[in-house]
Structures are given as C-alpha cells and as structure tokens.
C-alpha cells in the first residue's frame, strides 16, 4: 500500500520522510521545483533543505495521482484546506489524516468540519509538538492521533507508528484541533514578548494565562480539558512559545522588534499559521462568548496596533481570580 502526502512544505516532506521507513509514499506538491527536486535530488530545498529523503518517497505535481493511495496525509496550510481537497480525486473514499493547524477565515470552521463539507471520507487528525526538521532527522518525537471512530483511531495508530514518531490516540478530534490552532497565536505572542524585551516573566505568564484562553475556548468549542493539557495542546503551546526554530514565534520576535506584518509576512514562501488564525481566534471567541484578551492582543499587533498600547491595555485589565 502506498500512503499520499497532500503538501510539499517542510511539514508534509518530514511525515513523508517518517512514513517512508515503513510504506512507500507518493507526496503532492504543487510547486513543480519542489517534485522535481526530490525525485531528481532526494531533497526539497525549497521547504526543507539539508534533510536526504528516503527512495521510497515519490513526489508528484498530478494530483489525480493521489487516487493511488488509499490513506492520504493533509499538509497543506489551513486556509487552503478546502480548496486543496477540492480538487483532489476523493471518488475512491481514502482515509484522510488532517495536519493543518489552524481555523478556516469566513465559515470558522476546524479542519475537519472543513474537510466534511467537502467529502464524507473518514477522518483523524494528526496535531502535536513536532518540528518538521527534527521529525525528518529522526529525533524522537511524540504527538497525537484524534479520530473519533473507535475502530479506525486504532488501526491508523498501528499504521502510521514509526519507531521515533511515538501516536498518543485521543477520541477528542475538536480538542487536538484547537490546542494545534491557539497554540500559533499564541507562539507569536511570546515572540512578541522576546523581541520586545519585556522578560522571561512576562513569557511565562502569557504561557499560563493563554493556555487558560485554549481551555475556555476549547471548553467552548466541546473539548476535553485532558486534550488540551496533553501534546497538542500544552505540549505543542510549549514547543513554540520557547524556540526560534518555531516559524509563528519568530514573527512575533520580529513584530515586537517594530516590523510591520506586512513586511515579516508578505512574500514568505513558509507558513506562519497564527498570523491567519489569530483574527479568527477572536471572531470565534466572540461568537462562543469566550475572553480571550492574548489572542486580541495578537491579533491587534497583527493589524497594526502600537506595541506599547497593547502591552498597555493587557496590563490595565481589571485584576481577576486565577
Ligand atoms: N513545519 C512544521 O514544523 C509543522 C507544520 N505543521 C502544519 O503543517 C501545515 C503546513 O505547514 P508546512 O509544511 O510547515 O508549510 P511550509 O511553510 O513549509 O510551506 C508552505 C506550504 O504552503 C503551500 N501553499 C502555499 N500557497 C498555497 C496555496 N495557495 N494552496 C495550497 N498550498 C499552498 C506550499 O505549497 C507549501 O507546501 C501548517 O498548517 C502548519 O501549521 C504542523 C506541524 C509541524
Ligand atoms: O507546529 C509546529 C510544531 O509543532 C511548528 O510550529 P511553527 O509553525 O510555529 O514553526
């Protein structure tokens, strides 16, 4: 059997990488450097550069192709979810793992509510602290597998398993998601707070205080509590909020050393998923009655607001119970 890859950016290259220790894998990318450079060089230095890729991995710029794969790995950014799926050849019902982070713009929707408006193929999603480098490097590595058939969330464990990349199976599908989604604004936050120079203290409490926001909100959205305090949730919070290597914090790092989004943003090949998510956090929270006064504060930044006005309206909240 043959397992499909959606996505030839660092993330979907590093599962590829994974999986191809155990399946051959055939990768969809829609950038025609990127296919030729693995099939001819074994590498994607567009994404992924300085990472050898197994044989096993073929890359394609056919997405028809797909249809040879019966088990498909979803990579592309969360914003282009629908349309990606769209036109994929879905006739042969495969099973589809979702490893986007991140909430529609518009409908507000979770991937997997995204992915269900498009087809009724079974679904899990994969979420967690993983950094697609180490995961191709074969650091080992633990993250979660949600689905909600109690048939399939096993059988996708034992299929998808690798010695180094360890799957922690929850029934949670909405509680992997949000952690995965909150997580990157709340990345960016703590970018925001290093390159601002506002101190280790300040960082750890956005770290305490947006974690509280990912369990109201997921709470709000019908999570479980112990979802959210596992890998995809505080695990992943943790991951990003503490290193540069994570693509959402260092364009909280460069907004709060006075850069424009516009400018840490625009013409970036990579993804950095909080600075779209951010502004839907917020109109989700809104429309579930939730307070989320970091992820307002991201978002803000985002559109352009001062820093020290920000800073300034977090610090002048009202003081609450914890
Ligand atoms: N890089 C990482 O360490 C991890 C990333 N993820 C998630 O995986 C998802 C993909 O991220 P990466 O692979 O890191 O991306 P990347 O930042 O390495 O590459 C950007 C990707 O976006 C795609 N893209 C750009 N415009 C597009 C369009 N109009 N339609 C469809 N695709 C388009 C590119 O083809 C490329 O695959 C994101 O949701 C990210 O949060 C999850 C875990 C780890
Ligand atoms: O989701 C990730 C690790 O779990 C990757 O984070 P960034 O997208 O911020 O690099």
Redesign the pocket.
Known sequence: MTIGVI????????LAQAMASGEDVLLW???PQ?VADINSARENRS??PGVALSARVAATDDIARLAEADLWLV????Q?LR??LGAAPLAHRPTLVL????IEAGSLKLMAEVAADVCDAPLAVL?GP????EVARGLPTAITLACADPVLGPALVQRLVRERLRLYLTDDVVGAEIG?AVK?VLAIGCGVVEGAGLGLNARAALIARGFAEMLRFGIARGARAETLGGLSGLGDLVLTCTSTNS?NFSVGVGLGQGRSAAELLGGS???A?GAATAPVVVAAARAAGVDMPIAEAVADLLAGAPLADVVEALLSRPLREE
């Open positions: 996505g030839g950016g660092a993330w979907g290259t590093a990318a829609r950038e990127v994404f992924l990579v592309c950014p969360a282009h349309a990606v490893c986007a982070k991140g979420s993983s950094f697609a480098g995965g990157n693509r090949a990579t993804v998923e």
